[in-house]
């Protein structure tokens, strides 16, 4: 009885601090703690852990809500009380779990439930507020205005031919088993054959956009343009780099931009610092591009080339970037101006590496950069050879 | 035939020289007993696949297995009707004047899926391997299977499972794998393991290593798994590693056979060379002090 209100309590804490934890997990979690020892701390957090957690990424937050919570239920659920481990320093995560803790005011767990509290505030890090950014409010007709012209947009190598096969009467291949169910209704005769055409889909996308100061005027327009294409196509991840990465898909993928950009600041902290564009490569090769560069990836990479670090590791990383995508465009915003030149070593170091140049000449709306992008491709390595020529 | 326990169920893949540690066992021992899919993502060469040979060894039942590949579909996944038997068959009940089903069990190849749950065969462990290689559309198709442990054919009907199979799904994390899927099974990430295990490990799988050998071997890995590499290596590796030295007859690491090895460990000539450049003579000793020290 106590058990299954601490189990749903528990279960409502970590769907608060932003994992998906449903109706199945609880139900999950009351039959596993039948299962094991409660004398066992230890049990009773690895069989949490595995009916409940469904994503590597969650892990970490399961493990901080744990330890919240059940020191504080202890007696309730026959843990054991912790030892003097607690840790000294608030873990990322606490923060998110300290907000998810102090909204929470619907039916509160039972037990020493102020000094929970405190606890959990204490863990809140002030310098951790992080910077948030303004967006200005955009209107229906705003965003309607922004979905009909995303359709137009059409990147470079946009259809994919998949294995799978859809029903088309002047296909090339002929539907066997819809041909034969066909000859049902005629006693056996084949009257008609059924044949069928591959189905083909876009690519999956992939954007890494810069947001450091110098691109800071753009983020804007960036982010409605990251919005639109995240819910108009599926398969597309989105990555924002300043000195450090975010990745910000899942934010992107809510229906309601205002909501989205709002999490997305609170998510991302390098608003408007430097660039570190080699180290954001190296880390995006490293931990995301297997995970999302799969299935012939298309990669969209907005910077302006301006490099904090003296575009170290710049070279090595696109290099790599370029040799696990199938088609890598860059697109620059700098060129406001005609005659700019790509003088910075950044850029230098990243021009042999796109299959793809596209400089925006003036990047004030959505449907420039949209032109931009669909602009149908010219010879290849064209637009880097005028501009690399221009004196 | 299913371990009532966490510890029983640790010794029974310990005893087909599986070497878990306490978070998979459990994991384990909760998908046997609530009959619930495993879902096991982790770096390559982990040992994810090996769990579900372990237990189909272990549980003495049969392994069916499903490699995923990119437009793996229903025909090759779960059952495909035998067009050619259905046609053949048509002509002979014009000729014959019979009544003929044509959509008759005898007319359905089964396939890996259909096969695990097929309740005239015995019980199955089914192993969908490397689930993130198929496309999105093959996700779909799982569902049903996962959740109920039945296939509906459309014109023949339910097929539902009497023993529910052991199911084990491997993912590399090449895609992410749909929430949909997860949900319905017990999620475990499979991580490189520590060095105490990896010497566990290799001691089952390697047995006839010089000891010395092994020990250094374990500590040179663990560091390499430190340096920011591209790709470390897996447990696989270490174990391909430590068999490929003793076969050069090295009874110790030295600098000059692990440089000449090194393509064994690592699979990426960036980190060959960043390891090199890192000073590998130096790599080496500090890992062979490491090992003199315990």
Known sequence: MHLAANVMHFARLLRRSGMQTGVTESLAAQQALTMVNLASRGEVHAALRAVMVHRFEDLFLFDQAFELFWRQDQGNAGAEPPGEDAPAAPPPGT??????????????????????????????????????MDFEAMGADEINRAKAEIKTLRLPLDELRTRRWRPDASGP???????????????????AIARQRHVTRPPPLVVLCDISGSMARYAQILLHFLHSVAN??????????????????????HRDPELAFAMIAKLVPDWSGGTRIGEALASFNQLWSRRVLGQGAVVLLVTDGLDRDGAEGVAENMARLH????????????????GFTPKTQGAKAMLPHVDEFRPVHNLNSLKTLIASLSAAPGARLAAQAQWKDRP | MIPGTIVETASLLSNQGYVADRQLATTVHLALTMERPLFLEGEPGTGKTEIAKVLAAGLGRRLVRLQCYDGLDLAAAAYEWDHARQLMAIRQSEASGKALDIYGREFLLTRPLLSAI?????????????????????EAFLLELLGDFQLSIPQFGVIRAVTKPVVVLT??????????????????????????????????????????????????VQRVRQTGVFKPPGVAETIDWAMALDALDQKELEPGAVEDTLGVLLKYQDDITALKASGLAAQVSDAKAQVNLV
Do not use: M
Request: hydrophobic residues 40%.
């Open chain 2, 171 to 220: 993912s590399n994390r090449t895609r992410e794998v749909h929430d949909a899927i997860r949900r319905r099974c017990l999620y475990q990430w499979v991580d490189y393991p520590t060095a105490y295990r990896e010497a566990a490990i290799l001691r089952n799988k390697a047995p006839g290593l010089p000891a010395q050998l092994s020990a250094e071997v374990v500590a040179f």
């Open chain 2, 118 to 138: 097929d309740p005239s065969q015995a019980p199955a462990v089914l192993l969908i391997d490397e689930l993130d290689r198929a496309d999105e559309p093959f």
């Open chain 1, 173 to 191: 291949r002929i539907d066997f088993p819809a041909t034969i169910r066909g000859s049902l209704a005629t006693g056996g005769e084949i009257t």
């Open chain 1, 95 to 132: 923060k998110r779990l300290a907000e998810a803790l102090a909204n929470g005011n619907n039916t509160p767990p039972p037990g020493e439930e102020q000094e929970f509290k405190l606890d959990a505030a204490e863990t809140f890090n002030a310098r951790e507020l992080l910077q948030a």
């Open chain 1, 323 to 338: 040799g696990s995508c199938r088609r890598l465009i860059w697109l620059n915003p700098l060129l406001r101006w005609d």
């Open chain 1, 232 to 253: 108009d196509r599926d398969r597309v991840s989105v990555f924002l780099f300043g000195t450090r990465l975010s990745n910000i898909t899942r934010q992107l993928k």
